[in-house]
């Protein structure tokens, strides 16, 4: 991509970095809500109790989804102010541009599906692991 002005490599990087974030934390609320569905543990959620009885292991399930539940609200959260920026950011970058912006776009959005299928392969090999060592 060939830039005429700064404004224009600026709009264009804000762009593309605010869209990819985006792309992130919705992978991510994809991905806490497998874990929830399927009842597996995160390694980032350390979640330990002492006792092995069917009281304790139901405590255990029953923190885990809460924890889980909670994460989900904050990245929805997050997801909503970064749709807020994300709009904002794309009408800039459309002033900037004047008219090349449809091209910009498609430029991006290759550059952010060949990332994120890599992210997704990572998720779901995470899982895989998870389902491992809970079987």
Request: with cysteine; charged share 25%; aromatic share 12%.
């Amino acid at each position: 991509m060939k830039f005429i002005k700064a404004q224009q490599a600026k709009a264009y990087n804000i762009y593309k970095n605010t869209k990819l974030k985006l792309l992130k934390t919705n992978a991510a609320i994809w991905y806490n809500k497998v874990c929830r569905t399927m009842g597996l543990q995160p390694n980032y959620i350390p979640i330990r109790i002492n006792g092995q009885t069917p009281r304790d292991k139901k405590t255990k399930q029953k923190a885990l989804i809460y924890r889980l539940n909670q994460e989900i609200k904050y990245l929805y959260q997050k997801k909503q102010l970064l749709n807020r920026n994300f709009y904002h950011q794309h009408l800039d970058a459309t002033y900037h541009y004047k008219g090349m912006w449809q091209h910009a776009l498609k430029e991006i959005d290759k550059q952010n599906n060949k990332y994120m299928e890599s992210r997704y392969k990572t998720l779901n090999k995470k899982l895989d692991n998870l389902k491992k060592q809970t079987q």
